[in-house]
């Protein structure tokens, strides 16, 4: 799989290809046709985050309160892991005949990794605690973001109307980065971050 980085400008004015069929051009929401294919496209410049499963286990959550003298350094006390969708391309595509279809395109994604964590200058191991509590590993480096490309192809059933979508898997959470010194909280840095962490392609058909 070919992937490089390109700008969703660029990803506006790509192709379309269809079983060999050539390609064609369409604005935004327009209805194209190529072979047996009816199309329409959104392209999101500002992803669309949806699908949100709250994640948090009774692990994740569990407060540690004083344990004593040996209790020194920073602990991430999660309160919220949400994981969900951002997605940045999706297409209605109907096929009316009798033979299955496929369908490919150039498509991007954000990769991101945004929000709050403490003091910049504690920013490399603040995150390492709070990625290692929340269990899943950031795309990109923290305070980063960027586009990737990449082409992909989804098989179109006869006789139905497909929806496909892509984009970016994420990850939401909450909670206070605490620091400990013989048992006791000394500092204590909210925590607010979100951040991707693999593609999702994804589609559904029903039946005409």
Not at 46 to 53: G, I, K
Not at 84 to 108: L, P
């Amino acid at each position: 799989m070919n992937i490089k980085k390109i700008s969703f400008a660029t990803l506006l004015l790509s192709s379309l290809v269809v079983s060999g069929a050539g390609s064609a051009f369409a604005a935004q929401g327009e209805t194209i046709k190529i072979g047996n294919l009816k199309i329409v496209e959104r392209v999101y410049e500002n992803p669309v985050e949806y699908d949100f499963t709250d994640a948090l286990t009774k692990s994740d959550s569990s407060k540690i309160g004083p344990l004593g003298n040996d209790m020194t350094g920073k602990v991430y006390e999660m309160s919220k892991k949400d994981l969900y969708k951002s997605k940045s391309y999706e297409a209605d595509i109907e096929n009316d005949s009798n033979e299955n279809d496929s369908f490919s395109r150039k498509v991007t994604r954000k990769t991101f990794l945004t929000g709050k964590i403490g003091l910049e200058a504690e920013t490399k191991v603040n995150w390492r605690i709070i990625e290692g509590k929340v269990g899943i590993n950031a795309e990109v480096s923290f305070g980063e973001e960027d586009i990737i490309e990449t082409t992909h192809s989804w098989v179109i059933p006869k006789r139905t109307i497909t929806t496909v979508e892509y984009g970016s898997k994420a990850v939401k959470t909450t909670g206070n980065l605490n620091e400990y010194f013989q048992g006791r909280v000394v500092d204590s840095n909210y925590v607010n971050v979100k951040y991707s962490y693999k593609e999702y392609s994804s589609k559904k058909s029903k039946d005409l």
